[in-house]
């Protein structure tokens, strides 16, 4: 998935997947949500043995990659 949004800086993206993070507190009642998203995504695909890869850079929007293990483990 990729989105045209405002990216993720590097030292957040380490922290995204985390429960209830939300990267800019300033603008955080602007921007909707709970910081949970991307943390069930994570776990989901761990149950199933995938990986999630993040490229972003500011003012570049988001790309997410989730890549399931061929024999489904």
């Not at 009642?29 to 776990?43: A, D, N, R, Y």
């Amino acid at each position: 998935m990729t989105d045209d949004g405002p990216g993720i800086p590097l030292d957040q993206q380490e922290h995204v997947f985390e429960r209830f993070y939300r990267g800019d507190k300033s603008r955080s009642k602007e921007i909707p949500g709970t910081g949970l998203g991307l943390s069930i995504v994570k776990h989901a695909a761990q149950v199933h043995g995938a990986a999630i890869d993040l490229k972003s850079a500011p003012g570049q929007g988001a790309a997410f990659t989730v890549t399931f293990p061929r024999d489904g483990r």
